[in-house]
């Protein structure tokens, strides 16, 4: 169990590395935008200042305990009952530091978290355990995959379907709560084109951990085309065999869960298939997407994520093959 664990990590996380070239250890300490800069820049001081309060505590404190130590034969210390001058100095520094953070904190929720009118570029919905992405400008409808456009900020609304979800890609901006009943709006934004990786951030069940993000950032005439493209239907099938997957996909209930129309159209209890096989990866990023992985998802959900919402169907090797020709139809 635990090599697969490790082969799942390596196939997703391996992927990250051959997109982002230099950039293996991507994330907190590398922002690529404003939004995500002014937090590490408040993170590092925070924890700077926190670095130099423990240093002196623990530095004090073995000083004292070494310096100041009971000998053989010394008498009982005099008490000592106040120290004005000490006590002052103790209240006003920690205020200070207190109070300079504070104002740093506003300045960092101003720069994270502007004003976020006007119409949303995303439509993000937490599922247990997957992201559903709708593109309103042409109502694509991709999941746990978010292709952005670099160089600008992007309005992202957050819903949930079911439980509260938490959405963070720490490099490109501020963690939001996915609250069902309501619709959260912030900014992300990726000022360099790469791969971001992202978790859910907010226990919600079985599969929490695997409620990966993969945020795209793409120049925006490339995002144009990749937006374009992932509008469209399910191809064709185009051999005899994909013809049969379509049919059992049909038949067999998938249809009543998971959309293979490019657009905004429910069922949305599963991820929107239509184009599925432009995705790097399956379950929520448990595994790659290849069509052997398919396979083995399609034939027995639960062994690769369990807890999946995915029911095991009970398919033969025959209709999985089929399924997966017809979902998995690359050109
Ligand atoms: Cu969704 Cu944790």
């Known amino acids: ?26 994330g907190v300490f590398e922002p690529v935008s404003p939004l995500a800069r002014s937090i590490t820049d408040l ?27 009971a000998r053989p034969g010394d008498d009982e210390p005099a008490p000592i009952y106040g120290n004005r001058r000490l006590e002052i100095a103790w209240f006003v520094i920690p205020a200070v530091i207190v109070a300079g953070l504070l104002g740093l904190s506003i300045v960092t929720a101003r720069a994270a978290d502007p004003p976020t009118t006007g119409t949303p ?8 355990w997957w992201w559903e992405v709708v593109y309103p400008q042409n109502g694509a409808v991709s999941a746990n995959e978010i292709h952005i ?29 996915a609250i069902p009943g309501v619709a959260n709006r912030f900014w992300i934004q990726a000022d360099l084109p790469g791969v971001y990786l992202g978790a859910c951030a907010e226990y919600c069940g079985t599969q929490h951990a695997w409620m990966r993000i993969r945020v795209v950032a793409q120049p925006p005439a490339e995002f144009e085309a990749w937006l374009q493209q992932e509008a469209r239907p399910i191809a064709p099938p185009a051999t005899a065999l994909a013809r049969q997957g379509q049919a059992l996909f049909e038949s067999k209930t998938c249809a009543n869960c998971h959309a293979i129309d490019g657009r905004a159209q429910r069922p949305n209890v599963g991820p929107n298939l239509a184009q599925l096989a432009r995705r790097e990866t399956i379950g929520g990023g448990v595994i790659a997407n290849t069509p052997e992985n398919l396979a083995r ?23 999985v093959a089929a399924l997966v020709a017809f979902l998995d139809g690359r050109p």
């Not at 390596?10 to 230099?22: A, I, K, S």
């Not at 456009?149 to 709560?177: A, C, N, Y």
Request: net charge negative.
């Open 121 to 128: 570029d995303l439509v993000i919905i937490g599922h247990q």
């Open 43 to 69: 993170f590092v001081v925070v924890m700077t200042l926190g670095a130099l309060v423990l240093a002196g505590v623990t530095g004090t404190v073995v000083f004292f305990g070494i310096r100041y130590r």
């Open 149 to 177: 456009p670099t160089g600008r900020p992007i309005l992202v609304q957050l819903e949930s379907i079911d439980v509260i979800h938490d959405f963070w890609v720490p490099q490109l901006g501020r963690k939001m709560d």
């Open 1 to 26: 169990m635990l090599a697969e664990e490790t082969s799942k990590d390596t196939l997703c996380y391996g992927g990250l590395r051959q997109l982002v070239p230099g950039r293996p250890e991507a």
């Open 297 to 319: 998802w399609l034939a027995n959900p639960g062994s690769i994520k369990p807890g999946s919402l995915m029911p095991d169907l009970n398919l033969t090797q025959q209709e």
